[in-house]
């Protein structure tokens, strides 16, 4: 049994959609795929239980049996902070090792996922590289590249492991098209002369950070006044409509699958986003349009949305919504597949993990 464990260099890198793409084409390959989180930090309520929000999808999406139990067995609760902070002993090694042994049974590959950044857990003696040390398996680094600070970020994780035989190597992120000859012709020789193997660079793709027009609603707790029928619909960006009426036109078109903000009062911007096709309307300050927009709206199949907030507490909720979108629905699903059938060395990942099929 093969097993691998995706971390990261920070918060939302793409751990998530990577160990799901991963999933789902070695899934396609005949390999018999079991995923963890064995720790969970992003948690909700799933029938009256605790759940870790990310694991309970990729559960769903690659069509698991594992009981949510096996899959994220330790969460990170007010209570287990407190107590690792006391000093109680809580018997987690042996919790992990019980879990990884129950997912594992009948499995080709196992993939595990890091918790936050590649230090997080550390206080319980259980960051990414010490779960990987106890499990026995290697980790697979992905780091978003912003910025060849990037490098630096990378260099530090290596620090944080220590042990880099445990590193199988890493994959560079969202590297944006204008950043791509300076990944391929600098970063990654320099990576590789430190001995590091870069499996992958993959392309910024803003539709894999859009979200659907119900999460918005969720979010924002919005009232739908038409377009109920087009919930699923992805939005890619926001724009705040706030200008003048004749710039607003041609300030929409040039973002295409957007949400714009605007005060319930200001028809004029309401009607110039309808004839932009924009994706969504989101009025603030719970103020309704008139019936003429409504109407268009809904003749154009856009969306609007009623909140109560203001226009500034609604742009820092999208922009936290947008920077933290989920993978749920399947064109995205597909979509990761594609980018990492594209852009990683998936022969190589299955070579370095010692499958063979």
Avoid: W
């Avoid at 096709?277 to 268009?296: D, E, M, W």
């Amino acid at each position: 049994m093969a097993s691998m464990l995706v971390s990261s260099s920070e918060q939302y890198s793409g751990k998530s959609s990577l160990c799901l793409g991963l999933g789902v084409i070695l899934k396609e390959r005949g390999f018999k795929v079991g995923y963890m989180k064995p720790i969970g930090n992003l948690l909700i309520d799933v029938n009256g239980s605790l759940a870790d929000e990310d694991a309970q999808s990729i559960r769903k999406l690659l069509g698991l049996q594992d009981e949510m139990s096996s899959i994220t067995p330790i969460l990170l609760t007010e209570n287990l902070t407190d107590d690792a902070l006391m000093g109680v002993e809580k018997g987690l090694d042996s919790k992990l090792r019980a879990a990884y042994e129950k997912i594992s049974s009948g499995k080709d590959i196992v993939l595990l996922e890091g918790t936050g950044g590649i230090g997080g857990g550390a206080m319980y003696n259980l960051s990414d590289p010490e779960v990987a040390t106890k499990l026995d398996t290697k980790i697979l680094l992905i780091t978003r590249y912003d910025s060849a600070q990037a490098v630096d970020r990378i260099l530090c994780d290596l620090r944080i492991i220590q042990n880099t035989e445990i590193l199988a190597g890493i994959i560079l992120n969202e590297v944006s098209l204008d950043k791509m000859e300076q990944v391929y012709h600098l970063v990654v020789p320099f990576l590789e002369k430190k001995g590091i193997k870069v499996f992958g660079v993959i392309p910024e793709d803003h539709m894999l950070c859009s979200v659907s027009v119900a999460e918005i609603v969720e979010y924002l707790n919005a009232e739908v006044l038409v377009g109920a029928n087009h919930m699923e619909d992805l939005v890619e960006n926001y724009l705040v409509g706030a200008m003048e009426v004749g710039s607003a036109i041609k300030y929409f078109r040039r973002m295409p699958n957007a949400a714009v903000i605007t005060g319930g009062d200001r028809s004029d911007i309401q009607m110039a986003a309808i004839e932009a096709k924009v994706k969504c309307l989101i009025l603030t300050g719970n103020l309704r349009p008139s019936g003429a927009v409504l109407g268009s709206a809904e003749e154009a199949n856009i969306p609007v949305i009623l909140v109560r907030g203001d226009t500034m507490t609604t742009i820092e909720k999208m922009e936290h919504l947008i920077g933290h979108a989920r993978i749920k629905q399947e064109v995205k699903i597909k979509r990761i597949v594609k980018l990492i059938e594209e852009h990683v060395d998936v022969d190589g990942l299955i070579d370095e993990m010692g499958l063979a099929k």
